[in-house]
């Protein structure tokens, strides 16, 4: 979203399924039974190629991850 304004964004994962939100509200969904596990490091704000082209262009800002289900 680019109007100047913070906005909160999340990933949820479920175990099957994964959907983003913004600002509370769900923006996609889809399903991925057989998701593989990574050895990669985690890195944010980047694609997975780690090109310059694929940086995020905005401010990140309080970055939280949680291994537990967390209510808003």
Not at 10 to 27: F, K, Y
């Amino acid at each position: 979203m680019m109007d100047g304004q913070w906005h909160r964004g999340a990933l949820v994962r479920d175990g099957i399924n994964r959907s983003p939100h913004t600002d509370g509200i769900e923006v996609a969904k889809d399903t991925h039974l057989n998701l593989a596990a990574s050895s990669g490091n985690f890195q944010i704000g980047c694609g997975k190629s780690v090109a310059p082209a694929r940086f995020w262009s905005g401010l990140i800002d309080d970055v939280r991850v949680y291994n537990r289900v967390v209510q808003p």
